[in-house]
Each structure stands twice: as C-alpha cells, then as structure tokens.
C-alpha cells in the first residue's frame, strides 16, 4: 500500500468511526439538522486536505472536532446571525468559577432518592421530555457543555477543544449546568406537585 | 506514627468538597487515586451525596437515551461520496 492509499484508507475508517459523534457535536453546536449535516460535510473536506496538521493518528478524534469548531465559527460568522438569536460568543467565553456555595443546591433527600430509584420506570417517558426542556433552558454554554460531554462522550479536553476554552472551564461549566439542570427538575417536581416524599403531609396545596 | 493512616484512610472532605468534585468523579475525569479514594470514601459514609450521586447517574443515563443521536443516512451518504474524490 502506497502512502497515498494508507492516508485514505485511515482518513475514511476514522471518519465511519466518528460519525455519530461528529454529527452529534455539529448538532449540538448548530442546534438544527440541516446546518450539522452542512457542518459535517465541510468539516470532513477540510480535514482531508489539513491532514498534515494531525501529528498524531491516535487523537484524530480531538483533532477533527477542532477543525468543525473551526468551520462552525466561520459559518457563523458569513451568515452574520442577528446575536439575540444566537450568542456564539458566549460559547466561547471563559465563564470563571463562579461562587462554589451558589452550586449547592439544597434538594430534600427523598427528590434525589425517588428520583435515582430503578423503579420508577413507568415515568421515564415524561422524564425523557422533562429533561430535555430542562436542558434548553439552560444558558447555551452549559447546554452545549453538558451535552457534548454527557451525552456525545467527549471527555473534557476533547470538549475543551471543541470550546477553545480551558478545561478549567469545561469543568466549572459541568458543574454549574449540572446544578441547575437539577434545580430545574427539582422545580418541575415541584409544579407538577409530585409527591416525592412519601408523606402526605409534606404535599404542596 | 503519624504515617500510620496514610494508606488506611483516606482524608475526610466535607459535602462541599465532595459536590464540587462529584461530576468530575461521574465523568471519569478524577485521575488522582488519592483525590478517587477521599471522594468514594465520603460518598460511602455520607447519605445525602450518596443519594446526589445515584440521582446524577440516573440523569446522566436518561439525558444520553433521550438526546444521542445518530448522523442521518443521508449525512452518511454524502461524506462517503466526498471520501470517494479524494
Ligand atoms: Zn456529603
């Protein structure tokens, strides 16, 4: 095998291997299907001819969600979306620590319990929708944080690429959306007037 | 001997502590075997992270059913016909 047929032949597998992941960043970046296929496409291309710049095969993964993150940037930037509908930047944006007590958000015990409990099965459809609206309420930097790495799998530098921020920042992201992805669901329980604990006493009239 | 409860103990954190490392802990991002061993051990004797704990995994696992996604066949289509050109 030439070193030609080599490349295109690792190029190609690496691609069918990453394509669920690269589709799944694309969308979570894009937030519509037709601009992550778009992305994808042009990301694919892109990598093809700056397959010089990956220096090493094992982190083709890392090194092709940069090269989307890159085009999704300049994308962005050509179709010059009004920012009250999408605030790129904030993506972007080193979000500090924040104040760690802030994060502490304080669930009663049985929330947590009825919530982690196997058997509540019967209610994972409602909680499936429940929690997806949850999740696009949160601040989009969050958002896009908690799902790349939750539900795409990225481990944090790898979403820190994808970000172009630190992975201080990744972290401080995972668990403040995390908190408030919380907060959230406890506040659903809440307005629902779930009864979570078991005590008819303690029920929201 | 004070090095006696080095390897038998792992130093006690707080609620605080063990909450602000907790997603890292889920996310297998805590490397350090000290810092893996301080966070189970609190998670083994306090009820209230054990119970955050169980409840995040349970988030986790729910958010990745409802919101992981497949690239569509036509996305599939299309970057093997642009791979083909190369
Ligand atoms: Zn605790």
Known sequence: MNRQDDLRAFFSHSVEENMDALYGVALRLTRNSADAEDLVAESVGKAWFALDTLVDRTRFRSWIFRILRNCFISARRKKSVRPSEFHYDELFRDDGDGDLASLLVEQPEEFLTWWANPERTVFNDILGEQIMSAIDDLPQSFRTTVLLINVEGLTYDEAADVLGVPAGTVRSRMKRGRTLLQKALWQHAMDAGLNVTDNPDECRT | ?86
């Open chain 2, 1 to 86: 001997m004070t090095s006696a409860t080095d390897k038998t103990e792992p130093a006690e954190i707080g609620c605080l502590e063990a909450i602000e490392a907790l997603y890292a802990y889920l996310d297998g991002e805590v490397n350090d075997p000290q810092a893996l061993a301080r966070i189970e051990h609190h998670l083994g004797h306090c009820r209230s992270c054990f119970s955050r704990t169980e409840m995040e995994r349970a988030l986790t696992a729910q958010l990745r059913k409802s919101a992981k996604s497949r690239a569509p066949a036509a996305l599939q289509a299309r970057l093997r016909s642009i791979m083909d050109k190369f």
